[in-house]
């Protein structure tokens, strides 16, 4: 049986008094590829960023794996079954790809130097970078950063990876190849969620598609259903701006 990896019960969050997230309801499988889309202001990065309680709901209630996230828990649960890819990589400007790579498996996991190494290598074959093991992060470009630093985030092997928008900082040109590693991902049996513009991707990839606007979830469904036969306007209005 298919178990709920994460569930969204009625959240609101508000920044003072403007009011970001309104009555959020969502649960992504275990295995599911979910991919957030919609306008800008629109929620969606506050969305994840509650998910593993960088944002702490206002109101409602996030389950991570069947067990409730709070406050006390957060640091513990979330090491344990979730790790994020940002919009910028966050990357130690003074290690080497390794010691950023082993840093969390040694340091949280108690991982040792020889099986955090070995942990890094195979992630970085994945993502096509082992010959910059020893290279430092300021020497490589936009790309090759997110790359490593969705390594990274594979290397704490958890069950649940959230991306979001990771390659809204990228130029054009690098996009596709960290896309590509997504894609290659996305055949593995992890729990994936993506906050995104980019709709190839999301109609290759994603499993189900949600759609916020204004705070809420105004639409969901599989790519076919949503780039084929939307049921909202606003939906429509939004897909007729950004596919030609």
Known sequence: MISNMIKLENVNKYFGD???LKDVNLTVKEGEKLVIIGPSGSGKSTTVRCMNYLEEPTSGHVYIDGRELTHRNKTALIRETTSMVFQQF???PHMTVMKNLTLA???LHHKSKKEAEELACHYL???GLR???EAYPTTLSGGQQQRIAIARALCAETKIVLFDEPTSALDP???QEV???MIKLAKENITMVVVTHEMGFARQVADRIVFMADGQIIE?????HFFENPSNERVKQFLGKIIR
């Open 18 to 20: 403007l009011h970001v």
């Open 131 to 133: 010959d910059k093991a």
């Open 105 to 107: 498996p040694m340091k």
């Open 173 to 175: 040109e690098t996009i």
């Open 220 to 224: 969901e469904g599989t790519p076919d």
């Open 125 to 127: 074959d994945v993502v």
């Open 179 to 181: 896309l590509d590693v």
């Open 90 to 92: 966050n990357l130690y």
